[in-house]
Every structure is written in C-alpha cells, then in structure tokens.
C-alpha cells in the first residue's frame, strides 16, 4: 500500500539548531554512510539518505550492500563497490586516533555501482538510488531534491499537496528569473548612461581644448 513504516529509534538524535559536536555513533554499521565510519562529529541529514540508498540495495539484492564484521571492512566494502575515497575522506582516516597502526586498503578496479545495479533498476530508481550513495555528503540528494525526484512522479501526480507545492515552486522560479532579467536590464541600462555620459565629458573636453588653442 506504500507505505513505508519507520522503528528503532535507539540510535537517533537530534541536530542541534547552531551546529556543534554530534556522536559519530548513531546508525547500525551495515547502513553507516563514510563520514560516520571516519569519525565525522559535524555531519546532517545526508547520512539518512545514504541509509536510505543502503535500503534501496538490499531491497534490490535480498541481501545487505556492505555486511561487514567492523568499521575498517565497512570501508574496504564501500569502496570495493565505489572506488576510492575523496581525498578528504582519506585525511579523516589517517588523523583518526582509532585507525592508528591500521591501513586503508585500497581497491584498484571497483566493481562501480552501474556494473552491479544498472539493467536490474528501471531508470528514475537507478538515478534515485546512485544520488542516494555519493562517497561525498555534499554531492547526496538534499530533501528537496528526494521529493521533487523523477523517482516519484507518480507519486506525486496522485497527491494534489504536492502538485500545488510544484506550481508554488515553478512560479518562484519564474519571479526569479523575471527579477534577474530586470536587475540585469537596470545594469545594462546604467552601464550605457555611463558610457554616453563619460563620452560627453571627453567630448566637451575636447571642445574645451580646441576653444583654447584656437584663441591662443
């Protein structure tokens, strides 16, 4: 009936308003997003749409993407599937006081994520699920991005909250682009007026000059 029934809410916590130092600890290990397993202590709400990613795989595979024994392997299989990780990432690894003495096996041909899952997911799930599980938060589906998906089009034509909130959504981006075109039209404008009223002044410089030459 789709409807997706959230529980456990054991390792959960609240994001403070104003930033601050969050526990790396809060997610079974299996659905962990990288940041978390590096020691991360200022992530947001990027690691729940990597879980949701892990969801969507195991659902795929009927099994878990990463059913690791310990952090370290969790790693190992994150990247045997994604390649290496972001330099930053990899910075966060060798700074962490619980890795000291371990080294980061690197993987040197990863089975890439379109070779496991592209042809077994149709096209809207595939693009949902690979943006879902970036190495980097950064680059992951913000809230937005999820809901306006191509993923759930149809979800969306049947729910009449959600085809206003488009409309809202597409009439903003008019007014902005509107707004733009005029701000950009004023500059334009102010920049002629500039120019004209810089060549006038050479202008009756020049004039000024040949007045006085010639009564010299």
């Known amino acids: 009936d789709l409807q997706?029934?959230?529980?456990?809410?054991?390792?959960?916590?609240?994001?403070?308003?104003?930033?601050?130092?969050?526990?790396?600890?809060?997610?079974?290990?299996?659905?962990?997003?990288?940041?978390l397993l590096l020691?991360?202590?200022?992530?947001g709400k990027e690691i729940d749409f990597w879980a949701v990613g892990c969801i969507m795989g195991e659902i795929t595979d009927g099994k878990a993407m990463f059913p690791s024994e310990n952090e370290l392997e969790q790693l190992y299989m994150i990247q045997k599937l994604f390649g290496s990780l972001p330099q930053n990432m990899l910075e966060m690894f060798s700074t962490n006081p619980r890795f000291t003495g371990y080294k980061l096996e690197q993987v040197q041909k990863p089975e890439t994520f379109e070779r496991k899952y592209y042809g077994r997911l149709n096209k809207p799930a595939f693009s949902f699920m690979k943006a879902l599980l970036k190495l980097d938060p950064r680059e992951r589906l913000s809230g937005t991005d999820?809901?306006?998906?191509?993923?759930?089009?149809?979800?969306?034509?049947?729910?009449?909250?959600?085809?206003?909130?488009?409309?809202?959504?597409?009439?903003?981006?008019?007014?902005?682009?509107?707004?733009?075109?005029?701000?950009?039209?004023?500059?334009?404008?102010?920049?002629?007026?500039?120019?004209?009223?810089?060549?006038?002044?050479?202008?009756?410089?020049?004039?000024?000059?040949?007045?006085?030459?010639?009564?010299?």
């Not at 994001?15 to 962990?32: E, F, N, S």
């Not at 020691?39 to 992530?43: F, I, P």
């Open 4 to 35: 997706v029934k959230v529980c456990d809410f054991g390792f959960t916590r609240s994001l403070p308003q104003k930033g601050g130092i969050l526990t790396d600890y809060v997610a079974t290990r299996w659905y962990r997003a990288p940041e």
């Open 146 to 216: 999820v809901l306006f998906h191509s993923y759930f089009d149809d979800l969306r034509a049947e729910d009449p909250e959600f085809t206003n909130q488009n409309q809202k959504q597409n009439q903003n981006q008019y007014q902005n682009q509107n707004q733009n075109q005029i701000q950009n039209q004023n500059t334009i404008t102010i920049k002629i007026k500039f120019k004209w009223n810089q060549n006038q002044s050479n202008q009756n410089q020049n004039q000024n000059q040949n007045q006085k030459q010639n009564q010299n």
């Open 39 to 43: 020691g991360c202590t200022n992530y």
